[in-house]
C-alpha cells in the first residue's frame, strides 16, 4: 500500500518561506513522477509541481520563480520549498505519485497546512 506523510506546514507572513516533506511508503519515487497538489478551502485539488527522473521538473506559472520541487531517492522523501508566500496560497498541501500513463498511484495523506497570513 501506497502511503504518504506529509510535514512542514505552519503559518508564515506574506513573504515568508516554507519547506514542505513528503515521506513516502510502498513505493520507490526515482520510478515515477512525483508531485504536490494543494487544495484551497471551497476549491478543487490542483497541481503545484512536478518531478520526473529526479530532474525534470515543473512548476505552475503562478508560482514559477518562487517554489522549487526536489526528491531525495535514498531517503524516499519529496519536498517543495516555497519563497515568498502569498495569502492566496493558503491551502492544504498533498502529495502523490503518477505513473507514465497519468494515474495516482497512492492514497491522499492527511496533507500539511499552510497558512500565509499576518
Known amino acids: 500500500q501506497v502511503q504518504f506523510v506529509e510535514s512542514g506546514g505552519g503559518l508564515v507572513q506574506p513573504g515568508g518561506s516554507l519547506r514542505l516533506s513528503c515521506a513516502a511508503s510502498?513505493?520507490?519515487?526515482?520510478?515515477?513522477?512525483e508531485a504536490w497538489y494543494r487544495q484551497a478551502p471551497g476549491k478543487q485539488r490542483e497541481l503545484v509541481a512536478s518531478i520526473t527522473g529526479g530532474t525534470n521538473t515543473y512548476v505552475v506559472g503562478s508560482v514559477k520563480g518562487r517554489f522549487t520541487i526536489s526528491v531525495d531517492n535514498a531517503k524516499n522523501t519529496l519536498y517543495l520549498q516555497m519563497n515568498s508566500l502569498k495569502p492566496e496560497k493558503t491551502a492544504v498541501y498533498y502529495c502523490?505519485?503518477?505513473?507514465?500513463?497519468?494515474?495516482?498511484?497512492?492514497?491522499w495523506g492527511q496533507g500539511t497546512q499552510v497558512t500565509v497570513s499576518s
Open positions: 510502498g513505493i520507490i519515487f526515482s520510478s515515477y513522477t
Open positions: 502523490n505519485v503518477r505513473n507514465p500513463a497519468g494515474f495516482l498511484l497512492g492514497s
